[in-house]
């Protein structure tokens, strides 16, 4: 399985080690993150 994931970089701290925490998470089920999109808010996630 393959996962794209969406980080925010609004409180960049907070959300790297939330990124971090879902790699490693990720890597128990075989799941591949593919691609990483950095967006400056919310709002403008897809």
């Known amino acids: 399985m393959q996962l ?3 980080v925010s970089e609004l409180n960049a701290v907070f959300m790297e ?3 971090e925490f879902a790699k490693q998470q990720a890597t128990p089920l075989n799941v591949k993150i593919f691609y ?3 967006v ?3 709002y403008e996630a897809p």
């Open 4 to 6: 794209g994931i969406v």
């Open 17 to 19: 080690r939330v990124l």
């Open 36 to 38: 990483v999109c950095r």
């Open 40 to 42: 400056p808010g919310c």
